[in-house]
């Protein structure tokens, strides 16, 4: 198994040659004048005040953490899938059992409210 | 009949064969893949172009305007990059090179014809989700590297809708593993004697539904929309780098428009035609019995049906307004998240209630049936709920709200036939 | 020839970017640290015949739990360019309670997998995982997920611990009421 990886392992060495080349070139090709007024901070024309931070709402971490804990129960049921020809009978009880549970954890976050895009 | 065992017949069977072998079969995805994106942007504006009643490039190279995106390159590469004061260094030029790397990496696993794909990976559909993910971390990087405010929350917003949206298209590709009995991309193919777009047409919208979001196309485009956030987590980039961007989200369209077709309808086999060659009694066609010439076929049926849900993903581009971010938030998590799970649980109890051994014709149309039946369950709770709510408006005597959830367009366009 | 490179290739890749995640000033370089380190356990999950394992690294570690990191991050730090010291007071401690941590688990290990060659490995007779696991065939993974007699109660222990997780998450990281956000 490891031989098939091995042409994973060798793509992800090649890889960043494509994606490398035209840049580099355009950094050969283009002109390199660099001025402090070609590099302000974009803000649709206006002087930017104050330093760069943002108000982060809370939104964004729920998003992300909801979505890791269905990640991980996608790592769980995906082997399970794989061999869903050789289980019995029972494993079905076993896999609704996993996923009802965590479908009652997105229904917590849905009643909690917690789901509203502020 | 693959490359390796052409190059076993040529050099005899040495170590180094291998090696070789893998990196021709790199570099001509590689290059196949740069050079399709021309063409790619080409066909977009034309098509596009022609839904909107005018004709799109037709002054460079001809009378179709065929050469119009070489000129566009050859601007790009000419442009100066202007790297913004404060930018971090190492992330912002990193964050391109790695979004077009995780591009270019999933198509290892993509079935182009019988023998001609990169690795048949034995969780090939796994893999692909793995390294979908990691591009989304590239939108965050360049966000950040950026050192711009709108940049930043350029790229909150796009990680949050890519987060959001990978979670049904994990569990919406959990269905043809299951039917399948296997994550292998070839493995899909192979046992598809009836194509799954028919057997559980629910998972294959939900899927393209997620696909729509997750390569940022319309009508879930608020990534890069040019009225709303000009240009959102890649407004500081210029030339090349930006070019790069652009690469990727090309790139990453054609290969979901292919997942599409290798899962959902059968890639490079054709499950219809061996459907009908059997019902009259003839042998079904296998191309990968036929050695170089069933090669050929099989590659021209899979591009044709990769080319089709690529056109449906430019016409839905042509007619569709865009989807503001709350509704899209919480169309997914509300209505497609659930359902998918409910879709799961179902076609899992029925694959397994199903006795083995029965004609796939059967099968097929049983999981057909309960598809339908979940999406009429559906809508009938969503029309009761707008109902419900419609009413209680009414009696408070106040308008009803906007239009929260995208759920409540499906339930008023059902309700209105 | 080649595993051995890989390895030492890994190795470095890993065990140097785990060190600057531990060192370095700027959190969010840290974090981005954190990132490489992960593709390098990932990595030593495929030279270990884990292909599965290794997707699974990079969709749960790099795809999620990094943003998570990264949202955290930016949660509790205003500036971009915010800095840290990466030492203090006890660092004189910490060493010698490390150093004293790696001889200790060195003398268990080795009680148990001997370095010497040829020596008597005691728990060479007590893996649970079936041959074909360690071949890396997923099928066989899974069916050990919903077998009775082998992982079935920490799997659905897994799910629990995430739905906790779920809950606990959503309860502290959400304000109690509307004026607290």
Redo the contacts between chains.
């Keep these: 198994m490891f031989a098939e990886w091995q042409y994973i392992i060798l793509f992800v060495a090649l890889a960043p040659i494509f994606p490398l080349a035209p840049v580099v070139v355009n950094r050969l090709l283009g002109p390199h004048r660099p001025n402090p007024i070609k590099q302000q901070t974009y803000e649709c024309g206006i002087e930017t005040v104050g330093d760069t931070w943002v108000q982060f709402k809370v939104q964004y971490y729920i998003f992300a953490l909801v979505f890791v804990i269905f990640d991980v129960e996608a790592v769980f049921l995906f082997p399970i899938a794989a061999a869903y020809g050789q289980l019995g009978l029972f494993a079905i009880f076993e896999v609704a059992l996993f996923v009802i549970l965590l479908a009652v954890g997105l229904g917590y976050a849905w009643s909690r409210g917690v789901l509203e895009w502020v | 009949m693959s490359l390796t065992d052409l190059l076993y017949q040529i050099f005899g069977n040495q170590p180094w064969v291998d090696l070789i072998a893998s990196l021709i079969s790199i570099f001509t995805i590689s290059t196949f893949l740069l050079l399709i994106v021309i063409f790619l942007i080409w066909l977009e504006r034309k098509v596009i172009a022609r839904m909107q009643d005018r004709i799109g490039p037709n002054r460079v190279g001809g009378r179709y305007g065929a050469l119009q995106t070489v000129a566009d390159v050859l601007k790009l590469l000419t442009k100066e990059q202007i790297t913004p004061s404060g930018a971090d260094y190492l992330i912002y030029n990193v964050a391109p090179i790695l979004t077009v790397m995780a591009a270019l990496l999933v198509w290892a696993v993509m079935p182009f014809a019988p023998g001609l794909i990169g690795v048949d990976l034995n969780v090939g559909i796994f893999y692909i989700l793995s390294v979908s993910s990691v591009s989304v971390v590239t939108v965050l990087l360049a966000g950040w590297g950026s050192n711009n405010k709108y940049a930043l929350l350029g790229g909150f917003r796009a990680v949050a809708q890519l987060v959001s949206y990978e979670v049904p298209m994990i569990l919406a590709l959990l269905v043809p593993i299951i039917l399948a009995r296997t994550m292998s991309t070839v493995g899909i193919i192979e046992a598809q004697s009836i194509p799954y777009l028919f057997m559980v047409p629910l998972a294959a919208v939900i899927f393209f539904i997620s696909a729509l979001a997750e390569t940022g196309r319309t009508p879930f485009d608020l990534l890069e929309a040019d009225s709303e956030i000009v240009a959102g987590f890649h407004i500081e980039y210029s030339g090349m780098k930006f070019g790069m961007f652009f690469l990727a989200e090309f790139i990453g369209t054609l290969f979901m428009s292919g997942l599409f077709a290798v899962v959902f309808m059968g890639g490079w086999n054709v499950p219809i035609i061996n459907l009908i060659l059997t019902f009259f009694g003839a042998q079904p066609v296998n191309f990968a019995e036929m050695g170089v010439l069933g090669t050929i076929i099989g590659l021209g049926v899979f591009f044709f049906k990769m080319f089709f849900v690529y056109m449906i993903f430019i016409w839905i581009r042509g007619t569709w307004p865009r989807v503001r971010v709350d509704q899209i938030l919480n169309f997914n998590w509300k209505l497609l998240v659930p359902i998918t799970l409910v879709m799961i649980l179902v076609v899992a109890v029925l694959d397994k209630l199903i006795p083995p051994g029965t004609n796939e014709l059967v099968r097929a149309s049983l999981h057909l049936a309960s598809n339908i039946l979940i999406v009429f369950v559906t809508l009938e709770i969503l029309r009761r709920n707008g109902r419900r709510r419609r009413m209680q408006a009414v009696q408070a005597g106040t308008e009803l709200e906007e239009i929260e959830t995208g759920a409540h367009d499906i339930a008023e366009a059902a309700h209105a036939h | 020839m ?2 051995q490179i ?1 390895f030492v290739l890994l190795t470095i890749i890993t065990l140097g970017s785990a060190i600057v995640v531990v060192t370095h000033r700027n959190l ?2 840290a974090a ?1 640290a954190l ?1 490489v380190s992960f593709a390098g356990v990932a ?1 030593f999950y ?2 270990l ?1 884990a ?2 394992l ?3 690294q ?3 570690y ?7 990191i ?3 991050i ?2 509790t730090r ?3 360019q915010a800095t840290e010291q990466p030492f203090n007071s006890q660092r004189g401690l910490s060493i010698v309670g490390a150093l004293a941590s790696l001889v200790i688990m060195a003398l268990v290990i080795a009680q148990y997998w001997p370095i010497a060659p040829n020596s008597e490995v005691p728990m060479a007779s007590k893996t649970i995982l079936e041959d074909a696991i360690l ?9 050990s ?2 077998n ?1 007699d082998a992982f ?1 109660v920490p ?2 222990l ?3 611990l ?2 906790a ?3 606990g ?2 309860l502290v ?3 109690k009421t509307e004026d607290q ?1």
Excluded: C, K, N, Y
């Design positions: 080649f595993e890989l969010f370089h981005l990132m990595g495929i030279t015949d292909g599965f290794a997707a699974a990079l969709l749960v790099i795809g999620a739990i990094s943003i998570l990264i949202f955290a930016m949660m205003r500036l971009m071949q890396g065939s997923v099928a066989e993974l899974g069916r997920f919903v009775v079935v799997f659905e897994a799910s629990v995430l739905l997780a779920l809950v998450a959503i990281a959400w304000p956000t």
